[in-house]
């Protein structure tokens, strides 16, 4: 006799365990499988050396941690700014964003997150919108956690042009900003992309900082230490 499917869709037994796991155990991101899979190769290779499996085996579990992708919520109403990271907010206040976003030289609302090296690190669209700049521009690697980083680190930064109604757009700019251990920004959207919020979008190696320029009125709605999900801790709402 064929067996009844379970209600609600659901599996059960292996299928069920399967299931359970993909739900608990985040994928780890693209630009993470090689560093996750030659550690893991040589601890199959070497399995039969303690010395070698071992300290193979914690490195590919390591990278995995580090390079781990998990599936993120965000909010559904119009004009919704959310976390770009993980992480914890190091500052809210005004500043004059860099110079290739090209919003200006007036000061505007500014929220940074900075991520620790035990932080999910892939980021994360902040708003729904398109792309209209993406500029790398070299710098110094400073502590990310300091103030002046936003303006002396290497960074990249994207400005999206967001409509919130039909008789307006806001742009909106997210910089990420190399550390003093993060060496490598990877930013992959172009100019003319639709993107939508939430959306992964970069990643940056290891430990770093990104700051969202909201336009000039917005209220940040976090505060300094505040830990950030990204693509689900509301930021701010446009309109």
């Excluded at 103030?147 to 990420?176: F, G, Y």
Aim: charged share 20%; with cysteine.
């Amino acid at each position: 006799m064929a067996r009844r499917p379970r209600p609600n869709g659901t599996r059960s037994g292996a299928g069920h365990l399967v299931d359970l796991a993909r739900e608990t155990i985040p994928p780890v991101h693209k630009s993470g499988l090689p560093f996750v899979a030659v550690p893991a190769a040589v601890a199959i290779v070497g399995r039969r050396h303690r010395w070698i499996a071992r300290p193979a085996a914690m490195t590919a579990a390591a990278c995995a941690l580090f390079f781990r992708h998990p599936r993120r919520v965000p909010p559904t109403h119009v004009g919704a700014v959310v976390a770009p990271a993980d992480g914890t907010i190091s500052l809210v206040d005004t500043a004059v964003p860099p110079p290739e976003a090209g919003l200006g030289d007036d000061p505007l609302p500014r929220i940074s997150t900075f991520l620790s090296i035990f932080d999910v690190h892939v980021q994360r669209v902040p708003v729904a919108g398109r792309v209209t700049s993406v500029t790398h521009t070299p710098g110094a690697f400073v502590s990310a956690d300091l103030a002046e980083a936003s303006s002396i680190n290497e960074r990249t930064t994207m400005t999206l042009r967001c409509p919130v109604c039909p008789e307006a757009e806001r742009d909106v700019a997210v910089v990420q900003i190399a550390g003093l251990v993060a060496r490598r920004i990877v930013c992959e959207p172009t100019v003319g992309d639709d993107l939508q919020i939430a959306d992964t979008y970069g990643l940056i190696r290891f430990g770093s900082r990104v700051d969202v320029y909201l336009p000039a009125g917005t209220t940040p709605q976090v505060r300094v230490g505040q830990r950030a999900v990204g693509g689900e801790t509301l930021f701010a709402t446009l309109g």
